[in-house]
């Protein structure tokens, strides 16, 4: 087809915009000049004009003279009765400048009574119903959050994705889920700005902990946004961080971590904030080196030849604690207020005096685990060391429940820990209920002497040993605990339990496999289960393997093929042998189209699971190793603070000696019966389903004495901020001169 000039294509556009006109491009360089006279002249001149015209770009001359910074231009303009400010004062407020924004708030208000606290619709830059204290607190101006909060603007805190309450059902009515994610997010921007925090609330540092597990709530339920809701918490969660990095001696750090509110007041930690951030997961704010001081300060004490001593020192010491368990008790019994006894109640030797104890018991265990059993009768053991073993057992009970009691039920079961506390508890109370059980038996039924093998599958015997045998595991595994306060195992030791995190996701994907392929082949060889083959010539005989016959042997077939213990002959099919045409030949018959579907069953299995499922878990379980790894420090260092804080809250006398009633002991519960029996003007005795008891305290010159404190850490943040602020300026036109330099020299240099 060939082209012809005089054919005429009028082309239409595709996309709507505004153009200028020949006036209004002049009316806009005149603006953009700054020259006020020329512009009042140029209007006078043209007296129809349209003062609100806009560009492609949705830009008015108002515009322009907000971003001039222009404030005669724009007071001028703002003087024109038919000015539409639009969204200039947002503009205004991005761009710092509270003399435009203040001409503008006013010019609204002129026109409409409290127009100024709507949002904008049908904004180039904002998205429709954003206020102007939003766009403030999002660029962190400091001086503009102040003045219009005094004009009594605020920013409504926006519920989480989960929530399910009238209001969000109205608006997810009224909107789409698209906007309403969006406005939420734009308005945590502003909610988690440094500034805007630390002039709406008076503890910053509790509501950035706050914010951030609000916002981490919201990452894992509304995982379209999972990034942006995090990198909101992590940001919130620094800003903590950088708050206390802001202190400068113990007593600083100590008026912040000895705040209650938002977490209920522990009566035996004097540290509830630092509670609170475990709680929370701020994992930044625990590890940094101002917190670390202070709780190694506390867990040492007065005994700092400990912290200095070998690991092998470290170890006798412990070694040589186990003689003096009986001294210490008489020391807290007799003589509680001593020197001595306050000692042995630092948090460091209740370490000590703990892993000693804990010693014992595994050698206990051990030695009756080791215990002859080929000769034993049935019935519960006679060792002798049971008895010792219910002892310990009850202690360590105790020990849980009184833990339980001080974090409350809700902490206490949120950490692995505690619950495989609960888990070798438990086997060991089973252990001894079958002891009993056992006993009873044979007490009622004789047959004592009987030999094991006439014993019934489920004897009581049988399984108070199999009881003992996992109990026996856990204990030993519990030795792991104490590794986290080292430098060297601790990671690794926190690298295992987040791969045993990993392990459980890629159990419920190699379930799925599991049971399809068990499903299809449970029975597919039924009809050959037990079927012998045998060769006419060498008389060997192969028999059918029981590998797809029934459910049970399915499963099984596939269970060990994932660790490469399933023989390939599983998929075989025998027949046995036919009739032939005499009695010495016989004929033997293939159902190879059913062998071949079991072959390709098992391979499939074998690579789908083996090579694929494996493979992957251990890309995972390897990539979590390096993410620990490279936040060592910041991982380690909150493990290991959780178990100084369990330290700190035990008493001094270890299992099974905590089972003793100590004045140390019992004084907690003589203080709250005391406050619960007569309440105090200061202090309250409390109880609820989360925190159990604890005693509520207002002290006023605490709460004075932090409101000093916090006013200090937010003053030096700021002015850290400021000072990076304009060192990286001063860095920046440092290297604009140095390229510009270049560019002269190479300008002005002859050819």
């Known amino acids: 087809m060939e082209f012809d000039p005089d054919v005429i294509v009028k082309r239409k556009s595709s996309v709507i915009v505004t153009r ?3 006036a209004e491009k ?3 360089e005149l603006v953009d000049i700054g020259n006020v006279s020329d512009v009042s002249h140029f209007l006078q001149k043209n007296s129809n004009f349209n003062i609100n015209a806009v560009d492609f770009q949705g830009v008015t001359a108002l515009h322009i003279a907000v971003r001039n910074r222009n404030i005669a231009m724009v007071e001028y303009l703002l003087s024109s009765p038919d000015i539409d400010p639009g969204d200039t004062h947002l503009h205004a407020i991005a761009e710092n400048e509270p003399k435009i924004v203040n001409l503008i708030l006013n010019k609204l208000n002129q026109l409409t009574s409290g127009l100024e606290y709507v949002g904008v619709t049908q904004s180039a830059d904002f998205p429709d119903d954003t206020t102007p204290l939003v766009i403030a607190a999002q660029c962190g101006h400091f001086e503009l959050i102040d003045y219009l909060r005094k004009r009594h603007h605020n920013i409504p805190r926006p519920h989480l994705p989960s929530c399910n309450c009238y209001e969000c059902k109205s608006e997810r009515e009224r909107s789409d889920l698209l906007t309403i994610e969006k406005m939420r997010l734009f308005t945590y921007k502003a909610i988690t700005n440094p500034a805007y925090i630390c002039q709406t609330v008076d503890d910053p540092i509790l509501e950035a902990f706050n914010l951030s597990y609000e916002l981490s709530q919201a990452a894992n339920f509304d995982k379209e946004f999972y990034h942006e809701y995090k990198g ?3 940001s919130v969660s620094g800003f903590a961080t950088d708050l206390i990095d802001c202190a400068r001696t113990f007593d600083e750090v100590e008026v912040i971590l000895k705040q209650s509110t938002g977490f209920a007041i522990s009566s035996k930690f004097m540290y509830p904030r630092l509670l609170f951030a475990l709680h929370y997961k701020q994992r930044s704010f625990v590890a ?3 917190v670390q001081q202070l709780i190694k300060a506390k867990w040492i004490e007065d005994w700092y030849d400990w912290k200095i001593k070998s690991s092998w020192a470290q170890f006798g010491h412990v070694i040589l604690r ?17 020197k001595w006894s ?6 460091v030797n209740k370490f000590i005096s703990s892993v000693a104890s804990s010693l014992i018991f595994l050698l206990l265990v051990f030695l009756q685990s080791n215990s002859d059993k080929s000769e034993q009768f049935r019935g519960a053991p006679n060792t002798g060391i049971q008895m010792i073993l219910s002892i310990y057992i009850v202690s360590y009970t105790w020990a849980a429940i009184r833990l339980c009691l001080i974090h409350g039920p809700k902490r206490f079961f949120s950490k692995r820990w505690y619950w495989f506390e609960a888990v070798m508890i438990s086997l060991f109370v089973l252990t001894f209920i079958y002891w009993i059980t056992a006993a009873i038996d044979v007490r009622t039924n004789g047959q004592l002497q009987l030999e094991r093998k006439y014993w019934n599958k489920y004897d009581p015997t049988l399984i108070a040993e199999g009881m003992f045998c996992l109990a026996t595991i856990t204990a030993f595994l519990k030795l792991m605990y104490i590794y986290q306060l080292d430098y060297n195992l601790g990671p690794l030791q926190l690298s295992l339990g987040k791969m045993i995190y990993d392990v459980q996701k890629f159990i419920a994907l190699f379930l799925i496999i599991l049971i399809a392929f068990t499903v299809g082949t449970c029975k597919l060889y039924q009809y050959y289960d037990g079927m012998v083959q045998t060769d006419d010539q060498s008389k060997i005989k192969t028999q059918q393997v029981s590998s797809f016959v029934d459910l049970k042997s399915a499963l099984k077939t596939f269970f060990w093929a994932l660790f490469c213990m399933t023989p390939m002959e599983s998929a075989d099919v025998i027949i046995e042998n036919l009739p032939g045409e005499s009695d010495y030949k016989s004929v033997i018959n293939h159902h190879t189209f059913t062998e071949i579907i079991g072959y390709i069953s098992l391979s499939v299995y074998m690579f789908i699971a083996v090579i694929v499922i494996l493979n992957m878990l251990i890309a995972c379980m390897s990539n979590t190793l390096t993410r620990v ?3 060592m420090i910041v991982e380690w260092t909150f493990g290991r603070t959780e178990v100084y804080i369990d330290f700190m809250l035990t008493t001094a006398l270890p299992p099974p000696f905590n089972i003793i009633p100590t004045s140390i002991g019992i004084r907690p519960i003589i203080d709250y019966l005391k406050i619960l029996l007569k309440p105090q003007k200061d202090k309250r005795a409390r ?16 709460d004075h004495q932090f409101s000093i404190v916090m006013s200090q850490l937010v003053q030096r943040y700021f002015r850290k901020k400021k000072k990076e602020a304009d060192e990286n300026d001063i860095e920046r036109l440092r290297k604009e001169i140095v390229e510009l330099r270049t560019v002269l020299r190479d300008a002005l240099s002859p050819d």
Do not use: M, R, Y
């Open 20 to 22: 200028l006109q020949k």
């Open 26 to 28: 002049e009316f806009f």
């Open 288 to 290: 940094h080196p101002n």
């Open 342 to 347: 306050k000692w042995f109640q630092s948090p």
């Open 629 to 631: 790894t490279e936040n």
């Open 687 to 702: 109880w609820d389903i989360t925190h159990c008891f604890f005693i509520e305290s207002s002290e006023t010159e605490k």
């Open 322 to 338: 186990i003689g003096l368990l009986p001294v210490i008790l008489v020391i807290i019994l007799f003589a509680p207020n001593s």
């Open 232 to 234: 909101l918490s992590e």
